[in-house]
């Protein structure tokens, strides 16, 4: 969900750790020589001809495609997901088919998969999750839930069979969106864009006066990039200008690390920063040169992160995971390191706004 909540490492890996997989799963080799490993195969994964970068990763989601219709979040059948595909399993389904929407590229039954979101879906129009760490009938999870199973059916060509526009409302009752973490600021008009509908005049005011509010002088809300990001996309979704945008790029250029990451809340584990921060910086920096290298910089710091199975991981050494694939390889499409489909009529709804083009007025 970008995110969701703070990750935690996966099982065996304490929060200062940087293991591969194989140091959890054998248990019977050193750490140095296990990352030593690591960084062996993300080299060469790395040093990969960029004509191979989307064909390794369409591999990768295929293998995850299960014979119901979803998708598991690895092809490891004993991995239990990171982040979003460990909070529901509407995430891997729903990156997989705003990745398929983006790149042209042709899923394993996607009829399967649009009867498998089907299936989630509430009498009241809402979906819900079946496996996963959330309680589904949380406002959390149905805000969640409702707002990928959307976007998932829109980028598989499919309409919701109950109309679910009635079930943001709950969240405007006693202003229960403010009880909500501030990544949730763009579900709102993501939900809407979804459907094709206005955003309520009333609710998008309330949105916007809160995170007006809300923001620092230096243009972060929350003090974190990825609640900064929400904000961003927010009013990109909304074609609004971003309020202190040039606060807001300046901070994130500053917070870059010198690998080229944004993780620098541990032990929170900001798994999808790197994506977060490339968004603000495409759409709102102009493409000046410190932007422009600043994201080139990230890209490669993405693909780091790629994995020996084709896929990616949150962190380099980390486990291959459908919610990393998605949010590493977007990251890659905002660089231009992937010839992604350009000016996609529905971009807007693709997910958490990788094909969004900068300067473009997405306003409904």
């Not at 929060?15 to 140091?23: D, G, K, V, Y």
């Not at 991995?79 to 398929?100: K, R």
């Not at 919701?160 to 990544?183: H, M, N, Q, T």
């Not at 990039?225 to 927010?234: E, I, K, S």
Request: proline letters at 8%; charged letters at 20%.
């Amino acid at each position: 969900m970008n995110a969701a909540s703070p990750a935690s490492p996966p099982p065996g890996i304490q929060p200062n750790q940087r293991l591969s997989r194989r140091a959890v799963l054998r248990g019977a080799v050193s750490v140095a020589a296990v990352a030593a490993m690591g960084s062996l195969r993300t080299l060469a994964a790395s040093a990969r001809q960029p004509g191979h970068l989307a064909q390794d990763t369409l591999a990768f989601i295929r293998r995850c495609a299960r014979p119901d219709g979803g998708y598991a979040p690895s092809p490891d059948p004993a991995y239990p997901g990171n982040s979003d595909t460990g909070l529901s399993d509407l995430a891997a389904v729903t990156y997989a088919a705003t990745l398929a929407r983006t790149m042209g590229w042709t899923l394993p039954h996607p009829e399967m998969s649009i009867q498998f979101i089907e299936r989630r879906q509430q009498p009241d129009g809402s979906f819900a999750h079946l496996t996963g760490k959330m309680d589904p009938k949380s406002n959390l999870a149905v805000l969640y839930n409702t707002v990928q199973g959307l976007v998932a059916l829109r980028a598989l060509g499919r309409h919701p069979k109950i109309d679910p526009s009635k079930v943001p409302d709950r969240f405007f009752v006693g202003e229960a969106f403010k009880k909500l973490p501030w990544y949730t600021t763009s579900f709102f008009p993501l939900f809407y864009a979804a459907l094709d509908k206005p955003m309520p005049a009333p609710y998008d005011k309330a949105l916007r006066d809160w995170q007006i509010a809300s923001q620092a002088e230096d243009g972060y809300l929350g003090d974190h990039v990825a609640a900064t990001f929400h904000m961003a996309h927010y009013f990109r979704l909304i074609g609004q200008p971003t309020p202190k945008a040039r606060q807001m790029i300046a901070r994130v250029l500053r917070d870059q690390k010198t690998d080229g990451g944004w993780n620098i809340k541990q032990p929170d584990w900001d798994v999808h920063a790197c994506f977060d921060a490339v968004f603000i910086l495409r759409q709102l920096g102009g493409g000046s040169r410190p932007v422009r290298k600043a994201i080139q910089k990230a890209a490669d710091w993405a693909l780091t992160c790629r994995t020996d199975d084709g896929g990616f991981s949150h962190f380099p050494h980390w486990h291959s995971d459908m919610d990393a694939v998605y949010f590493q390889f977007g990251t890659l499409i905002q660089a231009g390191r992937v010839a992604a489909r350009k000016d996609l009529p529905d971009a807007r709804t693709l997910s958490w706004g990788h094909a969004m083009l900068p300067g473009k007025n997405y306003e409904l």
